[in-house]
């Protein structure tokens, strides 16, 4: 696609159910990112793909929160029993690689809203 | 450590220039980008500088980095109502893979 795209737009859910984030990155980007943007938090990195290396989970804020990266494209970010904490926007990036400029290119996010 | 700082709040009359300050805490930062957020959008990327560069030009908008001070600045001319937005300075975190460190960005208020 032309950008990167990331469904739902919007997701309200109840405490302790699981979500699943999706994102579609642009065609031909090797490099994912996703990033939590909260009001009490900024932008903080959560994780990071590259090609079929293993991914970079540095960020995850716990084991409630899982990603996977199939066939090397589209991306489902998974938060299981969810908390009031983890109301947010998700935001997922793409890059063509790793090195150099690596700029990313950011989708229009996911409001997760946990009631 | 990483820290990226940034003014929280910019109001400016439409027609001058706004400028928007960053300091950022490593010196190894190759690459610093400045991007844009829109009400209910996800980030732009406006413009980025590399760490051997001082300045950089982008039709409206220029970019000044001062390594010794820490210092990055992006200046918008003639600024417009519909540049009225929050601006996020980010660095790449050193010996990462292209991991952003953003700041709390800066909310830009055009007024006429």
């Known amino acids: 696609g032309a950008g990167v795209s990331q469904s739902p737009s919007n997701k309200v859910t109840e405490k302790g159910k699981d979500v699943e984030l999706r994102c579609d990155p642009i065609?031909?980007?090797?490099?994912l990112y996703w990033y939590r943007q909260s009001l009490g938090q900024g932008l903080e990195f959560l994780i990071y793909?590259?090609?079929?290396?293993?991914?970079?989970k540095s960020g995850l804020p716990s084991d409630r929160f899982s990603a996977e990266r199939t066939g090397g494209s589209v991306s489902t970010l998974t938060i299981q029993r969810t908390q009031q904490e983890d109301s947010a926007v998700y935001l997922c990036?793409?890059?063509?690689?790793?090195?150099?400029?690596?700029?990313?290119?950011f989708g229009a996010g996911t409001r997760l809203s946990v009631l | 450590g990483e820290d990226v700082e940034q003014s929280l709040f910019l109001s400016v009359r439409e027609g001058d220039s706004s400028v928007i300050n960053c300091t950022y805490t490593d010196s190894s930062s190759t690459y610093l980008y400045w991007y844009k957020q829109e009400p209910g959008a996800g980030l732009q990327l406006l413009t980025y500088i590399f760490s051997n560069m001082d300045m950089k030009q982008d039709q409206r908008l220029t970019v000044l980095l001062n390594k010794k001070d820490k210092h990055l600045s992006l200046r918008i001319a003639d600024t417009q109502t519909g540049d009225s937005a929050i601006y996020f300075c980010?660095?790449?975190?050193?010996?990462?893979?292209?991991?952003?460190?953003f700041g709390a960005g800066t909310r830009l208020a055009v007024h006429p």
């Open positions: 793909f590259q090609g079929n290396s293993a991914p970079d």
């Open positions: 980010a660095e790449i975190e050193p010996g990462g893979y292209n991991k952003l460190i």
């Open positions: 065609s031909g980007h090797t490099a």
């Open positions: 990036a793409s890059s063509l690689g790793s090195v150099g400029r690596g700029i990313q290119y």
